[in-house]
């Protein structure tokens, strides 16, 4: 999955890493696991988009987290952000703002 949806570079090899350290099991229980539940574009060009996704918690609670992916060999990859930078890419918010594009719920 890693090779062919993350852009190549420290921030991806520092991923690659950290996910072989864990073991995922059974699926993340549905009543509590955050839902990404709309996004917004915040800046684009043909080769680049930068966005914010907001996810909801069942606690009620919203993060936005800013993505960047790039167009690379016909499709859109993730750029991570280099671990060395310390860049806090998530954050919480009061609300999802009335002009991000809101996804459809969960079944």
Do not use: F
Not at 8 to 24: E, F, T
Not at 59 to 83: F, H, K, N, Q
């Amino acid at each position: 999955m890693a090779a062919l949806s993350l852009i190549p570079g420290p921030a991806k090899d520092s991923w690659v890493l950290a996910r072989a350290q864990i073991s995922i099991t059974a699926p993340a229980n549905a009543t509590v696991a955050p839902h990404i539940t709309a996004y917004k574009i915040t800046n684009y060009t043909p080769d680049r988009a930068d966005l914010t996704v907001y996810a909801t918690y069942s606690d009620a609670s919203i993060t936005a987290t800013a993505e960047t992916v790039l167009w690379v060999s016909e499709d859109w990859r993730l750029l991570l952000p280099d671990p060395a930078a310390k860049t806090q890419t998530v954050q919480s918010v009061p609300a999802i703002p009335a002009d991000a594009v809101t996804l459809p719920a969960a079944k």
